[in-house]
């Protein structure tokens, strides 16, 4: 990255970066730092404020009297101060007067810490800790992630496990529930001891955080974010969170979190109106606010916003060893009209916000240049082409884009009665005539369990027998179809009850058998998804997928190959969407031989009826162009059946 020469001093080379919005560790220069300077000890101030009138700092340590600590404005519009005695752990704001003489105390946008909402100032910080993951970070860089198998475990912190107010943390404060009495957030170092063995138990490849920024509003879900450089306090320090990600990094878990560069909240003390003018956002509200959400747009412009914005990115790469990013809201970045009845149209007449497009292209440039083998993944529903492709071929330069298609296809067919599947069977098939455009991850998130739309148990159609039936055949068709994998908190056992922020998940169900048994289903996909290349080695081309059967729809089944071009590995799946049994069902494929049936989730250690076919089908003669062998099978109703080839025939 660029050098850096002195923490506490602006060089010219410095004011040139930052103005051309490519100073990619500004973190390191504007903020609090705890310095020496001249023999004595204490903090130095930087906030870039080129509107104000005055900056001063206001905190304890001078009982928030506001001018006793002016700050000083350079060329640049950045103000600076050095107090002398001041030590990391103090509160502080900077009380920014604008040119009518108005004050607002503000926290520190470049702030490495915040103090647990209600309160809101920012916390002088040093962010030192001994990290132990350089094997894997070494191992990162030298892996292409688009080769390998990952399954993403989607989690908001705060409401995946709870304990009692009556058993405080071993470090640092309780930090209660809202609307739960008696309840209080795991810290970060508990949910290591907690949630990072599950994972593993479970397979999962990854964890991705719902925001961890800090977050004024716990109802936000994290996405109104007012601290772009700061983990929320909620659960406790920044190094409690290094130590959350140091561990999962020795566990060989990658974590990913949301990032949220779309759009931030108007609360007082956060980046709305910073100076006296709307400096962070657009200045006309018909580009710079967004209605329905009741927040405000990032002015992509501006070359200092822009440089803010990476910054951050690159600040959890560098500071937090995070594996990855995914970025919210894409397309209400990248199109002017998003949710808007009144818009301004860009310099062509067009609704494309090509300020936004160049920022998401410098964005993924910078985040690939520094930390190779790490995943940034676009959550973009629109048919805007080419997000996933490297920027010198057109595209936005993400290396993932969430199938948002599918996702939404994909639950509507499953909505639909079984015996009227037949009706909508273009809706199952159609993902494949789009799969391979981009580089999709399949994510079934967090979007798809709230707001009333129920979780996914609640979605399918039938008693609590064909519910069950219904989820296994989901979750299933989703590990064998292409595409990176993403499970929302909850999936993963079938949660019966739509998310709730403000309370945990209902654990309580584990109890039960269907439960545990859906459970297991999930952990025995991923071990077959991940000692399978033919599932994941080539997902992005056709050259990994064939059809064998697309448009039986009478009998409401597909059939299809996921194949290794690197092995010759190759994984042969039956899926059925009725509820209706077909014996003797010849199944197509390729080599003759001795197939193994790797997955049945009518298996009745997953709650079906045991109707599986077994580890030694031999092949028949078929001759049914372009088939030339089958396999003869039974195939139980609303089921999948995966199978592998064991022993060639070399007839």
């Known amino acids: 990255m660029e050098n850096i020469q002195s923490i506490d001093r602006f060089t010219e080379f410095d004011f040139y970066l930052f103005g051309e919005g490519k100073h990619y560790r500004i973190y390191e220069k504007l903020g609090a730092r705890p310095i020496e300077r001249n023999g004595i000890e204490g903090v130095y101030f930087a906030v870039w404020a080129p509107n104000a009138r005055e900056v001063s700092i206001v905190g304890d340590f001078n009982h928030w009297s506001i001018g006793q600590n002016p700050m000083t404005r350079n060329l640049m519009g950045i103000w600076e101060a050095f107090i002398p005695d001041l030590k990391s752990g103090e509160k502080y704001k900077y009380a920014v007067i604008d040119s009518r003489g108005a004050c607002y105390l503000k926290t520190d946008p470049y702030g490495y810490q915040q103090e647990t909402r209600p309160a809101t100032a920012s916390i ?83 964890i991705e955080l719902l925001p961890i920024t800090e977050h004024p509003f716990d109802g936000s879900w994290g996405y109104q974010v007012v601290g772009y450089f700061a983990p929320t306090s909620r659960y406790g320090t920044p190094q409690d969170f290094m130590y959350f990600i140091d561990r999962c990094h020795q566990e060989g878990i990658g974590v990913i979190v949301d990032w949220v560069p779309g759009h931030f909240p108007k609360d007082a003390h956060g980046l709305a109106h910073f100076d006296g003018t709307a400096l962070y956002e657009y200045a006309d509200w018909r580009k710079g606010e967004h209605k329905g959400w009741g927040t405000l747009v990032f002015n992509y412009d501006r070359n200092e916003v822009r ?84 920027i010198d071929e057109g595209g936005l330069g993400f290396n993932f884009k969430w199938n948002m298609g599918w996702m939404n296809d994909t639950l509507r067919y499953f909505a639909v009665h079984p015996q009227e599947r037949s009706n ?166 390729r080599e003759p031989g001795i197939y193994r049936e790797l997955i049945n989730t ?50």
């Open 124 to 206: 002088i910080t040093d962010l030192s800790y001994a990290w132990n993951d350089e094997a894997w970070l070494d191992k990162r860089s030298s892996t292409d992630p688009h080769d390998l198998p990952i399954s993403v475990y989607e989690v908001h912190l705060g409401s995946w496990l709870h304990t009692g107010l009556e058993t405080p943390p071993e470090n640092g404060p309780a930090v209660a529930v809202p609307d739960k009495p008696g309840a209080r957030f795991l810290t970060y170092r508990e949910l290591a001891d907690r949630l990072i063995p599950y994972v593993k138990e479970i397979g999962y490849t990854h």
């Open 602 to 651: 009518d298996d009745s250690k997953y709650g079906g009826h045991g109707r599986v076919n077994g580890n030694e089908i031999k092949t028949r003669q078929w001759n049914s162009s372009p088939w030339p062998h089958a396999l003869e099978i039974n195939v139980p109703p609303l089921s999948v059946m995966v199978f592998k080839l064991d022993a060639i025939d070399p007839v």
């Open 307 to 390: 440089n803010f914005l990476i910054a951050s990115a690159l600040f959890w790469f560098d500071k937090y060893h995070i594996d990855g990013i995914r970025v919210d809201a894409v397309a209400s970045m990248l199109y002017l009209d998003y949710e808007r009845e009144e818009w301004i149209p860009n310099q062509y007449g067009g609704r494309e916000n090509l300020e936004a497009v160049e920022f998401l292209k410098q964005l993924n440039a910078a985040i690939f240049h520094y930390y190779p083998g790490i995943l940034s993944i676009a959550e973009e529903s629109t048919t805007w082409a080419k997000v996933s492709h490297p």
């Open 424 to 589: 909508v069977h273009g809706q199952l098939t159609f993902s494949i005539w789009y799969a391979f455009t981009e580089k999709f991850m399949l994510a079934l998130s967090h979007d798809e369990v709230v707001h009333g739309k129920g979780h996914l148990w609640q979605k399918m159609p039938g008693d609590d027998g064909q519910k069950m039936a219904n989820l296994r055949v989901l979750l299933t068709y989703m590990f064998t179809h292409p595409g990176k994998k993403t499970l929302f908190m909850g999936m993963e056992f079938g949660q019966t009850r739509e998310w709730n922020v403000n309370a945990d998940l209902d654990w309580w169900l584990l109890q039960y058998e269907p439960h545990q048994q859906v459970q297991q289903l999930v952990k025995d996909l991923h071990r077959v998804y991940i000692s399978n290349p033919a599932l994941y080695r080539d997902d992005f081309t056709l050259e990994g997928f064939e059809w064998i059967e697309c448009n039986d729809m009478p009998r409401g089944m597909i059939t299809y190959i996921r194949k290794d071009k690197h092995s010759g590995d190759t994984i042969v799946v039956a899926c059925n969407f009725k509820p209706n049994f077909y014996g003797n069902y010849w199944l197509g494929v």
